[in-house]
Nanobody
Framework: QVQLVESGGGLVQAGGSLRLSCAAS????????MGWYRQAPGKQRELVAT???????NYADSVKGRFSISRDNAKNTVYLQMNSLEHEDTAVYHC??????????????????WGQGTQVTVSS
């Protein structure tokens, strides 16, 4: 079994900052990349940021310059530093990794694994 546990969400005023953390554990065989996605009420889940094993990052246009993703490969942990938060950033933030677990080693494809999510609410 693979588990991803997020922490760090909460309520913050517009212009404030939050730092999310996500630790992946269990029978992980390989992680290709880790990332954060978010889903606001009534909207589809959208990409926020991803980071590869080598540290290559990718951000949604809406968060560029405000959010920063980082990773501790030894701990299988990914972080999201969110600055200059806006009301539109309010959503449930989900941690993700793409790769293989011990039960999918022999499969040709890789899988996406998800955390339960952490609520971020930005008051205007």
């Amino acid at each position: 079994q693979v588990q991803l546990v997020e922490s760090g969400g909460g309520l913050v005023q517009a212009g404030g900052s939050l730092r999310l953390s996500c630790a992946a554990s269990g029978s992980i065989y390989r992680i290709n990349y880790m990332g954060w996605y978010r889903q606001a009420p009534g909207k589809q889940r959208e990409l926020v940021a991803t980071i590869t094993n080598g540290g290559v990052t990718n951000y949604a246009d809406s968060v560029k310059g405000r959010f920063s993703i980082s990773r501790d490969n030894a701990k299988n942990t990914v972080y999201l530093q969110m600055n200059s938060l806006e009301h539109e950033d309010t959503a449930v933030y989900h941690c993700n990794f793409n790769g293989k677990s011990a039960t999918t080693i022999w499969e040709a494809r890789d899988y996406d694994y998800w955390g339960q999510g952490t609520q971020v609410t930005v008051s205007s």
